[in-house]
């Protein structure tokens, strides 16, 4: 199995970038697709970003398309999202999550494996 932490949250101001990562301890991580999902004050955590376990494959959510990038570095066992012109609604708790498998998917019940969390506030 696999245990994610996230890093690099922080306060950012509306159109600025920022970088998150998640490290995995444990083995086999090219065996794990992996997933970002975020969760606002009131609302239900949504999916973000997925990619598969050879990089090959990615999803990404509508709102996010085209701002968010997600890779991940096999050699350091990470997976990092590269946020773009970050607005005010992007506001929430950043969690990276693993699932065993090659196929992406935008459900978090898929995943078996969570992160705590990050969190990422854009002002305006």
């Known amino acids: 199995q696999v245990q994610p932490v996230e890093t690099g949250g922080g306060l950012v101001q509306a159109g600025d970038s920022l970088r998150l990562s998640c490290a995995t301890s444990?083995?086999?991580?090219?065996?794990?697709?992996m997933g970002w999902f975020r969760q606002a004050p009131g609302k239900d955590r949504e999916f973000v970003a997925a990619?598969?376990?050879?990089?090959?494959?990615?999803l990404y959510a509508d709102s996010v398309k085209g701002r968010f990038t997600i890779s991940r570095d096999s050699a350091k066992n990470t997976v990092h999202l590269q946020m773009n012109s970050l607005k005010p609604e992007d506001t929430a708790v950043y969690y990276c999550a693993a699932r065993r498998g090659s196929s992406v998917y935008t459900l978090s019940e898929k995943y078996d494996y969570w992160g705590q969390g990050t969190q990422v506030t854009v002002s305006s």
């Open positions: 990619i598969g376990w050879s990089g090959g494959s990615s």
């Open positions: 444990g083995r086999n991580f090219s065996s794990y697709s």
